[in-house]
C-alpha cells in the first residue's frame, strides 16, 4: 500500500539531488516501462490511475504488481505535463566501464552535453549503431532524469552510461606500455570534431574502435581535452552552406555513422 512518504519520495525524484541520494529515477509511460520490464533493472514501485487501468487492461493484467493512486497524486509524482497514467521506479545502476574497452570496441565521450535531449537522442543512436558505452563528462545532463530517459524511447536500459572526469578518463586510454620493451603500445584513436580534422566521410577506418568525443553546440570540445585527440575529424558543409554549427545529438549521429561504417 503507498503511503504519503511513499508518494513524497517518488515526488522528489523529479530533482537529480534526491535520485542520486535515493538511488532511484523514475520512468512514465507504457512504452519505458515495457521496456524497463523487459531490462534487468530492478523496478520498485508501479503506479497507476484507475482511468489507465480500464483503457489499458491487457497490459495491466501482464504488470508484476502495481498500486493504484488517484489522479491528483498521479500529478504530483509525474514529471510530464499530461501524466500517462503509469510511472514506475526503478533502482539507478552503477556502470564501470574500463579505459581499455576502446582497444576493442568504439566507445562515445560526451564533454558538456547538458541538454538532456541531445544526451537522449545521442543514447538513442549509439544504440542503433551497436554502441553499448557511454562516458559522459561531471557536467553533462543527468541521463536519469525524465526528459533524457524519454528521449532514449527505451535505449537508456541497454545502453551503459558513466559519468567521469573526462579528461582523466582519456589519458589513461593510452597510458599502457609494452611489459617486454617498454615502449608505447600503438595508439587507440580518440576521434574529436574540429574544423581542421579530416573529413569524416573518405577518413579510413582501419580499426572498428577507440573513443568517439562529441562536443557541446555552444563550446565545442574544450581546451583542455583537444590535446588528446589523436584523430580530428571534420564533418564537411555543403556548397554555400551558412550554418555555423550542427546540432550535437546530429553531428554526434553523422559522426557516429560515418566511423562505424567507414572504409
Given at each position: ?81 499530461t501524466p ?107 576521434y574529436g ?43 564537411p558543409r ?26
Open positions: 500500500m503507498i503511503t504519503k512518504n511513499d508518494i513524497k519520495v517518488i515526488q522528489s525524484l523529479k530533482q537529480t539531488k534526491f535520485r542520486k541520494e535515493n538511488k532511484m529515477f523514475l520512468v512514465e509511460g507504457n512504452k519505458l516501462i515495457d521496456e524497463l520490464l523487459s531490462s534487468d533493472f530492478k523496478t520498485e514501485n508501479i503506479l497507476v490511475t484507475e482511468t489507465w487501468i480500464e483503457k489499458f487492461t491487457e497490459m495491466a493484467n501482464r504488470l508484476p504488481h502495481y498500486d493504484i493512486i488517484s489522479q491528483k497524486q498521479m500529478e504530483q509524482v509525474s514529471s510530464m505535463v500517462p497514467g503509469i510511472i514506475a521506479t526503478a533502482h539507478t545502476p552503477s556502470y564501470k566501464i574500463n579505459p581499455e574497452d576502446t582497444k576493442n570496441e568504439f566507445i562515445i565521450a560526451l564533454d558538456g552535453i547538458n541538454d538532456p535531449g541531445n544526451l537522449g537522442t545521442i543514447i538513442r543512436t549509439a544504440d542503433w549503431f551497436g554502441i553499448n558505452k557511454i562516458v559522459c563528462s561531471t557536467d553533462c545532463a543527468d541521463a536519469w532524469q525524465t526528459k533524457t530517459i524519454q528521449s532514449t524511447m527505451g535505449s537508456i536500459f541497454r545502453i551503459k552510461v558513466m559519468e567521469t572526469d573526462l579528461r582523466e578518463f582519456l589519458i589513461n586510454i593510452n597510458k599502457s606500455t609494452d611489459a617486454a620493451c617498454h615502449v608505447p603500445t600503438r595508439k587507440t584513436p580518440i570534431a574540429l574544423m581542421e580534422g579530416e573529413n569524416i566521410f573518405t577518413k579510413k577506418i582501419e580499426k572498428k574502435n577507440g573513443v568517439i568525443i562529441i562536443g557541446s553546440e555552444s563550446h565545442g570540445i574544450r581546451k583542455d581535452i583537444l590535446p588528446l585527440v589523436t584523430s580530428p575529424i571534420h564533418i555543403g556548397n554555400g552552406s551558412k550554418t555555423e554549427s550542427l546540432n550535437a545529438s546530429v553531428a554526434a549521429a553523422i559522426i557516429i555513422s560515418a566511423v562505424s561504417y567507414g572504409r
